[in-house]
């Protein structure tokens, strides 16, 4: 019987037990210790560079409104700075394991969403610069978000430290359990809100317990049709977007009839030949909806200035609403550090990166390429605009709160790293003590550090009449 394992495992690849040891001795050549390292080289770009660089492929009126943003604090400085910290995590130690990333698992981008069977599920959201690469970019990235948001809320070092320990600690026993996991129940892990709600009731106070229930109210609110009645207005019997410039900005308001006449059919053929890279039984229900309305939307705060638009479809009749959102896809922020993407489609490699890491997907998830009015190609990722959408306050969170939802992004941040990388070799080389939990603490203080000073300088770069600002 033996041997006949070995043989099997020898058939299949390494063993359970050698990719065990080669994560254990991945410590000797990185230790964990090593990853507390941040220091800025000398050569180091100018962040408002790597900005203005992005800004440059960007719709030019709306890039002011993006540099408004980031402006307001050094979170939201944080969010859209991921081109930034890639470059910097590159020149990070790294033991060479490699998975799917988020490419930007801020703490934000871990929310509430629908699965299609309609639970209430807790997972990874934004995917746009999603790559295969270093698992650690990702813990780094979460881990330092953690720390500016608690910075914001005005906590003490030590509670800072216990936040992200949090995170860290559940990352790395997760991963442990997954290593120990058959590789369809890793497949099929997730994480339920209804089981989340019965667990969280034994550790949170009355308190804690009344906001997750509101939280898990209003994520179930936050669909499909909450956003119709608040996007859209019926007049002259035809359904249309209102108008709130910048922000929703409906197409025969942003452009003159020729070009709008052109956009329109260019979106269109976008919306219907992006349904032919869904399932065919999600093609058919797309099939059953008409275009009515679309409109240019902003969205988020690294994104602003891409290319977005939202599109207004009806079915049987003006009650029965689909709102979809065409993103532009652009090349991963990452791209540079961890390689090029396999797939020359930039949409498709949001999509697929996304379908490799979320547990539960949204059935109108595809991609497409169109040509826009300008003769520029350019890729799109097409989704929901709204499917029981929920995202955390931090501003509102107590110590308590911060230190629980860290736990809980550290743990679906492990289910989707185990999805696509070696999980026991991981595990392995992430053992069972607090090595690697310290070592991140250090690193999330120091990296904190340099976000602030990156946000000082495009402040000073806006005072200066550099960049151009904007409020909404």
Known sequence: MCCAAEASAGLLGPSPRERARRGRALRAAVPRSSHAEYQPPPDRSDPVDVLEAQSARRVPELVPLRYGRMLESPFRFY???AAIMAADLSRTPSTGLTTQLCGDAHLLNFRLLASPERHLMFDVNDFDETLPGPWEWDVKRLATSLVIAARDNGFADPVRARIVRAACATYREHLRTYARMRTL??????????????????????????????AMDKA????????????????????????????????????????RERTEQTIRK???????????DHHRLLDQYRVVDMARKVVGVGSVGTRC?????????????????????EESALAPYAGASRYAN?????????????????????????????????????????????????????????????ALCGATLARAHARAGDRIALAAYLGRGEVFDGAIVRFAEAYADQNERDHRALRDAARAGRVPTASE
């Open 79 to 81: 969010r859209g700075a």
């Open 185 to 214: 129940d890793v497949w099929y892990a997730h994480t339920d809100m209804a089981e989340v709600q019965v667990r969280e009731a034994r550790e949170l106070d009355r308190v804690g317990r009344e906001r997750l229930t509101r």
């Open 220 to 259: 179930r609110g936050h669909d499909t049709l909450q956003a119709f009645h608040k996007l859209t207005r019926t007049s002259g019997g035809r359904v249309r977007f209102v108008p709130d410039p910048p922000l929703i900005v409906p197409l025969e308001d942003l452009l003159p009839s020729g070009e």
């Open 270 to 280: 976008l919306v219907e030949s992006y349904g032919r890279t869904l399932r065919s």
């Open 309 to 329: 638009w939202v599109v207004l479809l009806l079915g049987k009749d003006a009650d029965d609403p689909l709102l979809l959102q065409a993103k532009e896809a």
């Open 346 to 406: 930039q949409g498709e490699r949001v999509v697929a990166g996304q379908r490799m890491m979320q547990a539960a997907g949204d059935v109108f998830l595809g991609w497409q390429r169109v040509r826009g009015i300008d003769g520029r190609q350019r890729d799109f990722y097409v989704r929901q605009l709204r499917d029981w959408k929920g995202i955390a306050q931090p501003e509102s969170m107590t110590p308590v709160a911060m230190e629980r939802f860290a």
